[in-house]
């Protein structure tokens, strides 16, 4: 009964709705989008290394923030430590 009312209780989380929605892999991509929004750390033509890339919604943000002005291609490098998500140098095409 445990686990059947923990999915029960995810599945009416709105940003798990909203992750559908939009097409992230989960609902942690909103947890980046706020950072980002609060304090810009994700900007048009920075490199970014995503240290645990399991599902992969912080890569979809960070892609997405990155190369938002469609120029070229942006360098994303995935290591899979767990780590987290660490801005790096300027590195678009």
């Not at 609902?27 to 970014?48: Q, T, Y």
């Not at 002005?69 to 490098?77: D, I, V, Y």
Request: one cysteine or more; glycine letters at 12%.
């Amino acid at each position: 009964a445990g686990a059947q009312g923990a999915l029960g209780h995810r599945c009416q989380d709105p940003f798990v709705k909203a992750a559908k929605q939009q097409h992230y892999r989960c609902r942690s991509a909103f947890k980046l989008l706020e950072i980002d929004d609060r304090l810009h750390i994700l900007r048009p033509g920075l490199s970014v290394l995503d240290c645990g890339a399991a599902p992969g919604a912080w890569s979809q943000v960070a892609v997405e923030r990155v190369n938002a002005l469609g120029t070229g291609e942006c360098a994303f490098l995935v290591f899979g430590m767990g780590c987290g998500l660490c801005v790096l140098r300027h590195s678009c095409l």
